[in-house]
Nanobody, 121 residues
Framework: QVQLVESGGGLVQPGGSLRLSCAAS????????MGWYRQAPGKQRELVAT???????NFADSVKGRFSISRENAKNTVYLQMNSLKPEDTAVYYC???????????????WGQGTQVTVSS
């Protein structure tokens, strides 16, 4: 009923930048918090950044000052701007959203399929 589709991943050199996008579609009434998580090989999935519908943000300590998160509520889209990328930022990045569907009073959590970000020279 709801799809989250990420785009913008790829290969970038250390110090470079990438911008990830995630568009949600389906019978969406509203989306509360949206966020980005990442999972590196052999590691658990971890929080990168979140943003509420009102614009409040939260970042992992490892990305503070380098990454920013924003959203366009009218487009049900969230962005992750990643600057000063490091090799340790290499991971699959997943979009996440807490969605209320039309006709429902409940909030459901949805995930995107992930997009690969590789930081290497």
């Amino acid at each position: 009923q709801v799809q989250l589709v990420e785009s913008g991943g790829g290969l970038v050199q250390p110090g470079g930048s990438l911008r990830l996008s995630c568009a949600a579609s389906g019978r969406i009434f509203s989306i509360n918090t949206m966020g980005w998580y990442r999972q590196a090989p052999g590691k658990q999935r971890e929080l990168v950044a979140t943003i509420t519908s009102g614009g409040s943000t939260n970042f992992a300590d490892s990305v503070k000052g380098r990454f920013s998160i924003s959203r366009e509520n009218a487009k049900n889209t969230v962005y992750l701007q990643m600057n000063s990328l490091k090799p340790e930022d290499t991971a699959v990045y997943y979009c996440n959203g807490y969605v209320t569907l039309y006709g429902s009073f409940r909030e459901f959590e949805y995930w995107g399929q992930g997009t690969q970000v590789t930081v290497s020279s």
